[in-house]
Nanobody, 120 residues
Framework: QVQLVESGGDLVQPGGSLRLSCAASGSIFTIYAMGWYRQAPGKQRELVAVIETGGSTNYADSVKGRFTIASDNAKNTVYLQMNSLKPEDTAVYFC??????????????WGQGTQVTVSS
């Protein structure tokens, strides 16, 4: 199986910045996409940003212009640079990877989540 190691979650004041990182390891044949989702208390998990190996990206409307997703394909790592953070960004952020582990097996796997709290 593939393991995801996340880091970067923290408590930050409104207007501040954080950078999340997620490194994938294990039996990896090909990674098609990596991304970030988040879940706030009482809400459904939602897409924040996704980047495909070819470089194309998708963002939630609520984070466009503030967050940037990037990847280091050689290290199987994805980053989320979060600027101009707002209290409504407070959530548990989950790393996600679309990974092929053999020539015939492809899975979606999730990290354990990292807490981001934006508060004065």
């Amino acid at each position: 199986q593939v393991q995801l190691v996340e880091s970067g979650g923290d408590l930050v004041q409104p207007g501040g910045s954080l950078r999340l990182s997620c490194a994938a390891s294990g039996s990896i044949f090909t990674i098609y996409a990596m991304g970030w989702y988040r879940q706030a208390p009482g809400k459904q998990r939602e897409l924040v940003a996704v980047i495909e190996t070819g470089g194309s990206t998708n963002y939630a409307d609520s984070v466009k212009g503030r967050f940037t997703i990037a990847s280091d394909n050689a290290k199987n790592t994805v980053y989320l640079q979060m600027n101009s953070l707002k209290p409504e960004d407070t959530a548990v952020y989950f790393c996600n990877v679309d990974v092929q582990i053999t020539s015939r097996a492809r899975f979606i796997t999730w990290g354990q989540g990292t807490q981001v709290t934006v508060s004065s």
